[in-house]
């Protein structure tokens, strides 16, 4: 009997299920540390540059030393830019399909470790689009390629995560539906337009698809900017030495401040030294204040738990009228209320860009949405009451289906890799 694995690689969680040719077997536990070992968080900690920990572990060794080593998250969203090639574990260069490659190693390790077999086949989840830029989107997915080569994978299929989720919803259907399908992720917003029925999937039966790079970590970030990111210097007024200009904090360096996955990038040389010319520079004496905290949040990396807890603050928002971000730590006490509409004025221009793509979407389906039958919406993100309300004005209420928030999208390419390696 002949394995292949289905893996949804996400921003923030991964999950490995398999078929045999004949039957999918839904998602395994692959992670006996987490809350669901089905899901495995997407971190990586290297406490020295030889020795590396994986999901739950990863954080429980990180908690146990903080600041001390390096944990990485997020790594999935680099995939697009040209201009990210890799990072350093202390004084050992590590390019980012070899970061993955990893990951995915071990994922693959897991799931040989429960089947007892050694699998070199997968079908690997993507997103509608990793980037805008067509050239952009081809060069994420054979990054992917690489990295899941480089964990021992010899033949390797894409599948994009929206049809995956279509795929394993398909399953369930008795009748003939144009489906529209909404995936809300940690780093993307994906959206598919089929006609589903019974039996095999088939290409044709795809209307449109589309997907734009903005979903939780967006709106994670949209708080930060906000509410919090003047606590940390984005702010920050300076002058350089014998200049008559008051400059400001350059903005590529605030957007990474507001990044769950760009923080850490921070703790570059010469990023560092440019951020410690700044405080010498600073104007206000408050201003050096907020400097020192972001030295503190960035050298003993405190981006993650800071955004962890940013994070349960919007869950929070997803079911009540307010929020709390409650984050102590010596030099750094963070208390701050928000109100719902306080945050849906934050997300307001991520909300309206995931929006548009779910509109064009639908409209190069050639149908309007009166005629969609069903609307299947999973992904965290989807419970955002901004998010859902306005795709029930859409569509209408009743057409809602809320699926399984972290496994419809693997058992869709479960499904997928049954009949691609059948």
């Known amino acids: 009997m002949s394995f292949s694995y289905a893996i949804d690689f996400g921003t923030s969680n991964s999950l490995l299920a398999a078929s045999d040719g004949k039957k999918v077997i839904s ?52 995939l697009p830019f040209r201009s990210f090639v890799g990072t350093w574990i202390e004084d050992r260069p590590m390019n980012l399909e070899d970061l993955i490659g990893l990951f995915l190693g071990e994922m693959r390790r897991r799931g040989n470790a429960h089947f007892q077999q050694d699998v070199t086949r997968v079908v690997l989840g993507r997103p509608a689009r990793f980037a805008e830029d067509d050239g952009d989107d081809l060069y994420a997915q054979s990054r992917l390629e690489i990295a899941a080569k480089k964990a021992g994978f010899t033949q390797v299929e894409f599948v994009p995560e929206p049809i995956a989720a279509a795929c394993e919803f398909r399953s369930t259907l008795q009748s003939e539906k144009i489906v529209f399908v909404a995936d809300f992720g940690g780093g993307t917003s994906d959206f598919t337009v089929m006609r589903m029925k019974p039996g095999p999937f088939q290409p044709s039966d795809v209307l449109a698809i589309g997907g734009v790079p903005r979903a939780g970590d967006a709106l994670d970030g949209s708080i930060m900017r906000a509410r919090l990111s003047s606590y940390f210097g984005a702010d920050i007024k300076f002058q350089i ?110 909300v309206e860009a995931i929006l548009k793509t779910l509109d064009d979407t639908l409209k190069r389906s050639g149908l309007q949405a009166r005629q969609i039958d069903l609307v299947c919406c999973t992904g965290g993100t989807a419970k955002v009451p901004i998010l859902k309300e306005a795709i029930e004005q859409r569509f209408g209420k009743e057409k809602l289906q809320e699926h399984r928030v972290f496994h419809s999208v693997v058992d869709g390419l479960a499904h997928r890799a049954r009949e691609i390696f059948s």
């Open 241 to 350: 030495p014998f200049s008559s200009n008051i400059l400001r904090m350059p903005l590529h360096l605030v957007e990474k401040i507001c990044s769950p996955a760009d923080v850490s990038l921070l703790m570059k040389r010469d990023v560092m030294e440019f951020l410690k010319n700044i405080e010498r520079w600073a104007t206000q004496v408050e201003d050096k204040t907020k400097m020192q905290r972001l030295f503190t949040l960035v050298e003993d990396q405190l981006g993650f738990p800071l955004f962890e807890k940013i994070e349960q603050a919007k869950r929070e928002l997803s079911t009540g009228d307010e929020g709390r971000v409650l984050f102590e730590y010596p030099t750094i006490q963070l208390n701050e209320g928000i109100k719902k509409a306080e945050f849906e004025s934050y997300i307001s221009s991520s």
């Open 27 to 78: 998602a395994i536990p692959i992670d006996p540390l987490s809350y669901d070992s089905t899901v495995m968080r997407t971190l990586l900690y290297f406490p020295n540059q030889k020795k590396v920990f994986y999901g739950f572990e990863a954080l429980k060794h990180y908690n146990e030393s903080p600041g001390e080593g390096r944990l990485i998250r997020s790594i999935k969203k680099h």
